[in-house]
């Protein structure tokens, strides 16, 4: 069964899983919600999981379509992200190998946070040498046939957040290791430049 998703900056584990299971569908047409992994996302720093949010406008009291979510330019947020990613990964096992493409995106300056979101997707899974089937809906409705709904189901807010008998948590090696236990479902960025080639595989059989 194809999975309906929202755009997500740097999805989690979780999220990936539900790329590469099968047919996904990214939802751009739904009303934008706060605080979500639309525009964070989380790693893991010396100090803990560190959230790295994209700073947008959203008019106060207003809906409005998620496509349609401008990024808010007049902030350094794109410095201060990649230094921070530097920071915790800087010494990660495959750091090196694959920071120069994600250095170059941050080198972007992007209006959309959708489009943003969409390229940061693509280059990943570039990366992890995956095809997936990823489709864009062309208008927002309530309910689809035939999918897992998971939009607001994978949420940093644990109220929202619901079951998921697909997927299950595989520990890896992880930067901090020797001073933490292992924290689960961070971004994907995390699980690539700590097990490099081996995200794939990790990522295949996290899908129950």
Same mark, same amino acid.
């Given at each position: ?131 997936? *089937? ?5 208008? /927002?409705?309530?309910? %689809?046939?035939?999918?897992?709904? $998971?939009?607001?189901? &994978? @949420? ?8 998921? *008998? ?5 520990? /890896?090696?992880?930067? %901090?290791?020797?001073?933490?236990? $292992?924290?689960?479902? &961070? @971004? ?21």
């Amino acid at each position: 069964m194809s999975a309906l998703l929202s755009t997500a900056y740097l999805g989690n584990i979780q999220y990936y899983t539900k790329l590469v299971s099968g047919e996904a569908e990214i939802d751009l047409w739904e009303n934008y919600r706060k605080q979500s992994y639309r525009n964070r996302c989380d790693i893991l720093t010396a100090n803990g999981i560190c959230s790295l949010i994209v700073p947008v406008l959203h008019p106060s009291g207003r809906k409005i379509r998620t496509k349609d979510v401008r990024i808010d330019r007049s902030k350094k947020w794109r410095h201060q992200h990649w230094q921070s990613i530097v920071s915790a990964y800087g010494k990660a096992p495959f750091f090196d190998h694959y920071a120069g493409a994600f250095e170059m995106m941050y080198a972007k300056e992007y209006e959309y946070l959708a489009d943003w979101n969409r390229d940061l997707m693509q280059l990943t899974l570039q990366l992890l040498h995956i095809e997936a *089937s990823v489709a864009y809906t062309d208008a /927002y409705r309530e309910s %689809f046939a035939e999918v897992s709904d $998971f939009r607001d189901a &994978l @949420s940093p807010k644990p109220k929202s957040r619901r079951p998921d *008998s697909a997927f299950r948590l595989i520990p /890896y090696y992880q930067v %901090f290791s020797d001073r933490m236990p $292992f924290v689960g479902n &961070l @971004s994907i960025i995390d699980l690539l430049f700590c097990e490099g080639p081996e995200a794939v595989a990790l990522l295949r059989n996290s899908i129950l």
